[in-house]
């Protein structure tokens, strides 16, 4: 059973979306959580403050979900090319309801990078095209899977506190002039393991802990 979210300072949902056997639960069952096959949830201290991380995972984009959750994860698979070309295609439909939810797109199963359909220049520049950070991981051997996710924590925190510090300068007697809110226009890539580099799994923790 799922904490109740009232004993918690932030509360968060993330959606993790993309085509079949690409690695959605693994992904998330590696991020130190919780829960049943259709709902995932993980509970992590961020800053001091206490925070719920709820997930659900799903293959199709629905307009409702725009105002159901606060961060996207686009997942495809490094051995299946239409995988890829799928999240493409959800972005798409993304975008139609919604730009302003913290998004990522994760290229899981880079443990067996040898097997890859991916042309790498064309990966790394479509979603440097978009503006949106890439991440390549192994949820099966829980290589780099943290990364995601604390970036979208780390946009959904810097949101918050961007939204105070303006409302601050709203209420003081000088005048103010309107915060800018966070950059998502920064593109980044996650190195791709080699074939000499070992993938090893983080020890394990009873909590999951961002600083």
Known sequence: MAPDPNTFDRVFKFVILGGKSVGKKTLLRSFCTEGDDESIWTSLTVDDEKVLIEAT????????????NDAIALVFSTTDIYS????????????KTTEKIPL????????????SQ????????????????LYRVSALKEFNVMHP?????????RQ????NANERKQSSSVTSSTTSPPSSTEAWVD???????????PPKKDKCILM
Not at 160 to 163: A, G, P, S
């Open 57 to 68: 995972v799903t293959q199709k984009w629905e307009e409702g979900m725009s105002k159901e």
């Open 149 to 157: 996710f604390a970036y979208l924590i780390e946009k959904l925190t």
């Open 104 to 115: 990522v797109f994760i290229e899981n199963k880079m443990d067996i990078v040898e097997e």
């Open 160 to 163: 918050k506190k961007d939204v």
């Open 191 to 201: 190195p791709v393991p080699t074939e000499n580099s070992a993938v090893v799994p």
């Open 84 to 95: 890829f070309e799928y999240t493409l295609e959800l972005y798409k439909e993304i975008q």
């Open 118 to 133: 991916m042309d790498k220049t064309l990966v790394e520049g479509e979603t440097k095209k978009k503006h949106k950070r």
